[in-house]
């Protein structure tokens, strides 16, 4: 059985940062892409994040580009996205999600497995 399970989410100000993990298990990691999407209140799941487990190439939407990085603890079965620069359009629900695939996608419709999700809200 499959799980993922996010943590880390909080109240924060802008221009502060956070680090959310989701632990994994029940997956194989090694032909996976793991992934971070975000939901605000109104509108659709969007592509944040994602580590393609076997060769560790990352893609981010541009929106986060050098404020985002998504990594791995390969030990611990744990992907990461550590947030810097936050801004006020940050605040959303981050989900981690992960696809039984080597190929990268930012569709949320690519992706079998979902966490719970963790609230992020980023306050001016």
């Known amino acids: 059985q499959v799980q993922l399970v996010e943590s880390g989410g909080r109240l924060i100000q802008a221009g502060g940062s956070l680090r959310l993990s989701c632990a994994a298990s029940?997956?194989?990691?090694?032909?996976?892409?793991m992934a971070w999407f975000r939901q605000a209140p109104g509108k659709e799941r969007e592509f944040v994040a994602s580590?393609?487990?076997?060769?560790?190439?990352?893609y981010y939407t541009n929106s986060v580009k050098g404020r985002f990085t998504i990594s791995r603890d390969n030990a611990k079965n744990t992907v990461y996205l550590q947030m810097n620069s936050l801004k006020p359009e940050d605040t959303a629900v981050y989900y981690c999600?992960?696809?039984?695939?080597?190929?990268?996608?930012?569709?949320?419709?690519?992706?079998?497995?979902w966490g719970q999700g963790t609230q992020v809200t980023v306050s001016s």
């Open positions: 580590l393609n487990w076997g060769d560790s190439n990352t």
């Open positions: 999600a992960a696809r039984t695939s080597i190929l990268y996608t930012p569709n949320p419709y690519g992706y079998s497995y």
């Open positions: 029940g997956i194989s990691f090694s032909h996976n892409v």
